[in-house]
């Protein structure tokens, strides 16, 4: 009997950190992050910035491009400050349960981190009640993860 809970104990260990490992990230082919635009220009910028291939990072399985050599430096110092929540993909989206796509130009930057959304419409959705659907999006994020993720 001791064998088998051992054994059960060990499944269930193993996955658990199999879920936990996984990640989940709205990537092109190429595995660039955001559409290729630079994470620090939401908030340096206050809008949506091209970055280029010459400045870039590698964070959390994801290639972020930057618009210049400032912006990489800040990003690589702190890429929990400017990487978008819920791996680039509509917040919205995540508080519905569901992972879409994005349009830079309906980002938002709220508690101090870069939500991304699938349209301008959608984010005034979003903000109808904000700290719900973030709150919803957060609850359902580790879901998608273990469900979708790789």
Request: glycine letters at 8%.
């Given at each position: 009997?001791?064998y088998f809970?051992l054994?059960a104990?060990?499944?269930?260990?193993?996955v658990?950190?199999?879920?936990?490992?996984?990640?989940?990230?709205?990537?092109?082919?190429?595995?660039v992050?955001?559409?290729a635009?630079?994470?620090?220009?939401?908030f340096?910028?206050?809008?949506?910035?091209?970055?280029?291939?010459?400045f870039?990072?590698?964070?959390?399985?994801?290639?972020?491009?930057?618009?210049?050599?400032?912006h990489q430096a800040?990003?690589?110092?702190?890429?929990?400050?400017?990487?978008?929540q819920?791996?680039?993909?509509?917040?919205?989206?995540v508080?519905k349960?569901?992972?879409i796509?994005?349009d830079?130009?309906?980002?938002?930057?709220v508690?101090?981190?870069?939500?991304?959304?699938?349209?301008?419409g959608?984010?005034?959705?979003?903000?109808?009640?904000?700290?719900g659907?973030?709150?919803?999006?957060?609850?359902n994020?580790?879901?998608?993860?273990?469900?979708?993720?790789?």
């Amino acid at each position: 009997m001791k064998y088998f809970a051992l054994l059960a104990l060990s499944l269930l260990l193993a996955v658990s950190a199999s879920a936990q490992t996984k990640s989940l990230l709205n990537l092109d082919k190429h595995g660039v992050a955001i559409q290729a635009y630079d994470p620090v220009a939401f908030f340096t910028d206050s809008k949506p910035v091209k970055g280029k291939a010459e400045f870039h990072a590698e964070h959390g399985g994801a290639t972020y491009w930057f618009a210049s050599a400032e912006h990489q430096a800040l990003f690589t110092k702190t890429p929990e400050k400017y990487e978008p929540q819920f791996g680039g993909y509509c917040a919205y989206g995540v508080s519905k349960n569901k992972l879409i796509e994005i349009d830079v130009d309906a980002f938002q930057i709220v508690d101090g981190k870069l939500l991304l959304q699938y349209s301008k419409g959608v984010r005034n959705d979003f903000n109808k009640d904000a700290a719900g659907n973030l709150n919803k999006a957060k609850a359902n994020w580790p879901s998608l993860v273990r469900e979708k993720g790789k």
